[in-house]
């Protein structure tokens, strides 16, 4: 290893110095693999690096093999990233030794609490922004699920938003979250529950994994996510995938990916969210696209004035497949009117 980075939450960017690719743009996580140092020999995964991918483009430090670091001690049973070399004990906010097992045992209900899903991380920090330019005196919980990047500590939205969050829940096979769940239904009530969330936001972790046919890509688990959402008795509120950007035809428009996964998948039903001020052309492509959508799933149209001026002062870099703001405008947009319209159906304290 030549030299340190940027180092945020549970990462650390570094390079390495690899006999017949020269300098390799490298990271790790300390929590699994300690801290590496200047001079030190780590063993890599170069997969991700070698396909040179967009928002995992790294190559992984699997070991410091000469500083190991020590054999975790606990506490916690929960494994993560299960059966991979990599697996890692966690301390689930579910399991029987910890202080909040009996309020999860116990609770069975949202309580109608509002749930932004999209299927995309980079919604995010969009979607909070919209719910907090409606009402910045709500809590707002993440939920992060394992179809993307399963350490937390990966995302630097999350590093920078923090502050802004009433906490960071990580489900299934993701790990890192300020909470850790074993499935996203325990995950969602921990929000209510544990964190105390007025609104809660679920996606993927950073990542995204498609191939471009109907069914073969990772956000089609926003789909489950809203019919989990439903089964507890909360809302469920769908940010669509809007571009008038992306150059794949199918993502133009109301992207195929919110479609089918709110379309087809979210069989209980989802508010869709449709941003006002999208431009006539695109506006009529939209709902043209939504027209087709079963009745179970209720379209809305939000007004977004003050929208845009908020989202241009993100804390975090708006980015999403490579493209930022304003030039992804219409995608931003779409998750913060999801946002809003959130915040405005949080149960009054007497609806609970």
Not at 101 to 129: F, K, N, R, T, Y
Request: aromatic share 4%.
């Amino acid at each position: 290893m030549t030299a340190t980075g940027r180092s945020w939450r549970d990462a650390l960017e570094l390079t390495v110095q690899v006999p017949g690719d020269g300098e390799v743009r490298s990271l790790a996580h300390p929590s699994l693999v300690g801290v590496p140092e200047v001079g030190d020999e780590v063993l890599l995964n170069t997969t991700a690096w070698a396909q040179r991918l967009g928002t995992g483009g790294y190559a992984l430090v699997v070991a410091v093999p000469d500083r190991l670091p020590p054999d975790p001690a606990g506490p916690g049973h929960l494994v993560k990233a299960r059966y991979t070399p990599m697996q890692v004990s966690v301390q689930g906010v579910d399991e029987q030794d910890t202080e909040h097992h009996a309020a999860i045992a116990e609770a069975d209900d949202l309580g109608g609490m509002p749930v932004v899903v999209a299927d995309l991380h980079s919604a995010l920090p969009a979607a909070l922004i919209g719910v907090f330019a409606t009402d910045p005196d709500l809590r707002v919980a993440y939920v992060m699920t394992d179809g993307g990047a399963l350490v937390a500590g990966f995302s630097r939205t999350l590093h920078t938003l923090a502050r802004s969050l009433a906490g960071v829940v990580t489900v299934g096979q993701a790990f890192g979250g300020d909470l850790e769940a074993v499935t996203l239904h325990s995950g969602l009530l921990a929000a209510k529950h544990v964190l105390g969330a007025d609104v809660t936001i679920v996606t993927q972790g950073p990542g995204n994994l498609g191939t471009g046919t109907p069914w073969g890509f990772s956000g089609v688990a926003a789909g489950e996510a809203c019919n989990a959402v439903s089964v507890l008795g909360g809302e469920p509120i769908g940010a669509l995938r809007i571009s008038d950007a992306d150059p794949r035809p199918r993502h133009r428009g109301v992207s195929h990916h919110s479609l089918t996964a709110f379309g087809r998948v979210a069989l209980a039903g989802v508010t869709l969210v449709a941003p006002r001020g999208l431009g006539s052309e695109l506006g009529s492509q939209v709902d043209e696209d939504l027209a087709s959508q079963p009745e179970r799933n209720e379209v809305v149209w939000v007004d977004t004035e003050g929208l845009d001026e908020a989202l241009q002062l993100s804390p975090v870099t708006l980015s999403t497949m490579g493209r930022g703001w304003p030039e992804e405008r219409a995608y931003f947009l779409a998750a913060a009117a999801a946002g809003r319209y959130a915040a405005v159906q949080v149960p009054l304290p007497d609806e609970t």
